[in-house]
């Protein structure tokens, strides 16, 4: 049979793009991250062309209203506001992204594992990721942040270091992150390890660790890229309520959170201070919670609500 | 039943015992240490007289010792001084208790309150303009970080309005106010921690619900001729019910973070602030007894949930 005696041939991740392309949040939210993020990544080439210096101090100029030089305006100590945001913004949806990524990854191997060898591992596994999600995660996470790098035995280098904290809260993040993944992929391991193509793998002499990788892994990609595309907008808030709290990312680099903190106090004299950050939080989550909703509707149509047929 | 509620109680015991080791050793591992403390309030403290202090707080011994000295103390139900407030621990944490719960049972009430009949009008016609307008604000609802959603409050009704007070627990310099005079100054806070929580829960609610009303027993009560609302109400919403009640009991934990970041933007005297206080001003006994209080609250909402569930759904045996 020719290809041209079937209709409409089209390939699954077709098929997905355009399940997609119905979801117009979704879609409208990739487009508003991409801009942030191109935005943010190009701060310092805005910086040069608007002639301005994102860290310069102007004591004379504090809380200056927008204008042709300062788009936003400036905060307390005279800092340009949308230099210092897109600067933030490459704070956040660094730490977003690369938390989200690292708790994936540990769920997943976690996941994959437990799945697949079960048993009293899985058990054991299982039991550590119900006791991390009964925790009362916020003040843990507080503990863990204040932690003194020199008590723990790290080096000075790194212990005296200006990054510190950014590592540190991708750090924690995907230390109690991991959870939701980890389930998610040892279910889906449990039951695609049952398959026939997994049997003839197995039937083949593949090792365990090659069917993990191979075979499972790949038929389990979907729910796992739904599930960081969602967590990617929770760490985004973690971050922000730790930095918020001044314990996440530390002076003078300023994630969105952390010019929360002095806006905070300035609440009387210039409110504007406190919206601008908030706002690029909240849109930039809700942006990354609808593109999760979106590539789930479009992985796994039968997980949506009916449209129509449904009699209620 | 009885067996696994045992079983349960005693499994939680083992996670608190475990927990306290955890936070004891972590909180050894924050920056500062008692005596580094005394001897900054005390310049004329010689370093001989350091190491004497430090011996006889125990702070020279390795940390398991330490730790199971705390234990034995604990467990005769001495929990030790606070050092920010100068007085026995929990004389300093259960008035704190009651403050955090009223926040919380308040903010849990009115949530569900909420949330009950926003999760019914959405599943009722599933991507009806009603169900998208729901959705659209449950998911402004999850994506808002709640301490700028207080500030906003705080910046609308307090700075902008000027009707309702930015925070704080009473009138300045009353001696024991009354629920009433407190009523303004718990708006906010529970009108935050309400928000918060809300959204999550109409999406879970809405989602069971429909999940319910494809159900055979739907089918049937149809059959049988019952109404549409009876169905929905009676038959629908008391099956969507059971996992929601579960995932309310589990979200307490959630609530108890929430509760800390209100607590925090308001001034609130409840336990969240106390733990962040103890936190961050090197207050150690303090920080670890509220640290496990918070732990056993989650721990007994987890394990009421799952009683609960076993309640409400005959279906569920647990062994």
Known sequence: MSAAAIPESVSPS???????????????SLVLLTLLALAALAAPLIERALGLDAEAVNLFGRFAPASADHWLGTDELGRDVLLRLLYGGRVSLFVGLVAA????????????????IG???????????????????????????????????????????????????????????WTTTARLVRGATLSLRERAFVEAAVAQGASSLRIMARHILPNAISPILVATTLSVGNVILLESVLSFLGLGIQPPVASWGAMLTNAQEMIWEQPLLAIYPGLLIFLTVIAFNFLGDGLQDAFDPRSTVPGRGGSL | MQAYIIRRLIQGLGVLLVMSFVIYGLIGLMPGDPIDMMIQADPNLSTADAA???????LDRPIVERYWTWLGAALAGDFGYSRQFARPVLDVLLPRLGNTLLLMGVSFVLAIAIALPLGVAA??????????????????????????????LIMLFAVTLGVLPAGGMAPAGMQNPGLLDRLPYLVLPVLTLTLASVAGL?????????????????????????????????????????????????????????????????????????????????????????????TLVTLTANLAADILYARLDPRISYR
């Open chain 1, 119 to 177: 048993g009293r591992f899985d058990a054991v596994l299982m039991r550590l990721a119900d006791g991390v999600l009964s925790l009362p995660m916020l003040p843990l996470l507080i503990v863990l942040a204040a932690l003194d790098p020199v008590k723990l035995g790290l080096p000075d280098a790194i212990a005296q270091s200006e990054s510190l904290s950014l590592y540190r809260i991708i750090f924690i993040i995907a230390l109690v992150g």
């Open chain 2, 52 to 58: 004497r202090l430090r011996a006889l707080h125990g």
């Open chain 2, 123 to 152: 599943a009722r016609r599933p991507r009806s303009l009603a169900d998208q307008a729901i959705n659209l604000l449950c998911f402004a609802g999850i994506s808002v970080p709640a301490f700028w959603l207080a500030l906003l």
């Open chain 2, 202 to 294: 109409t999406r879970f609610l809405r989602a069971s619900l429909i999940e319910a009303m494809r159900e055979d027993y739907i089918r049937t009560a149809r059959a049988k001729g019952a109404g549409e609302t009876r169905v929905l109400w009676r038959h629908g919403l008391r099956n969507a019910l059971i996992p929601v009640v579960t995932v309310m009991a589990l979200d307490f934990g959630t609530l108890f973070s929430g509760a800390l970041i209100t607590e925090t933007m308001f001034a609130y005297a409840g336990m969240g602030k106390l733990i962040y206080d103890a936190i961050m001003n090197n207050d150690y006994n303090l920080a670890l007894v509220g640290l496990l209080f918070a």
């Open chain 1, 14 to 28: 077709r098929l997905v793009w355009r399940r997609f392309r119905r979801h117009h949040l979704a879609v409208a």
């Open chain 1, 101 to 116: 990524l690292a708790a994936a990854s540990i769920g997943t191997v976690v996941g994959l594992v437990a799945g697949y």
